[in-house]
C-alpha cells in the first residue's frame, strides 16, 4: 500500500505561482511513474504532467510551458510548478503514482487562482 500527501495549494491571484508537492510512502526508488492530475467542479479529472522515474515528463497542452514537473526518487516526491496562473487552472488536484502495478492517488488539494 502507498500513501500519497499532498502540500501546496492555495489561492492566488492570476499571473501568480504555486508549487504542489507530493511525498509517497515507502523505501526510496520504489515508485514508478508519478503524476497530477486536476479535476474542475462538474468537469472530469484530467491529466495535467506526468514523470518517469527516469525523468521522462509529459504534459497537458494547458499546462505546457507554463508547469514543470519534477521528482526526488530518494524522497518518493514529484512536485508541481506553476507559473503564470489563471482562473481556468482553479480545480483541486491530485497526486497519482504507480507501484507494482498498481495505481495510488492521493486525497487532492485546491487549488484557487482569483482573476
Known amino acids: 500500500q502507498v500513501q500519497l500527501v499532498e502540500s501546496g495549494g492555495g489561492l492566488v491571484q492570476a499571473g501568480g505561482s504555486l508549487r504542489l508537492s507530493c511525498a509517497a510512502s515507502?523505501?526510496?526508488?520504489?515508485?514508478?511513474?508519478m503524476g497530477w492530475y486536476r479535476q474542475a467542479p462538474g468537469k472530469q479529472r484530467d491529466l495535467v504532467a506526468t514523470?518517469?522515474?527516469?525523468?521522462?515528463?509529459n504534459y497537458a497542452d494547458s499546462a505546457k510551458g507554463r508547469f514543470t514537473i519534477s521528482r526526488d526518487n530518494l524522497k518518493n516526491t514529484v512536485y508541481l510548478q506553476m507559473n503564470s496562473l489563471k482562473p481556468e487552472d482553479t480545480a483541486v488536484y491530485y497526486c497519482?503514482?504507480?507501484?507494482?502495478?498498481?495505481?495510488?492517488w492521493g486525497q487532492g488539494t485546491q487549488v484557487t487562482v482569483s482573476s
Open positions: 515507502g523505501r526510496p526508488f520504489t515508485i514508478n511513474a
Open positions: 514523470i518517469t522515474r527516469g525523468g521522462s515528463t
Open positions: 497519482n503514482a504507480w507501484r507494482d502495478y498498481t495505481n495510488y
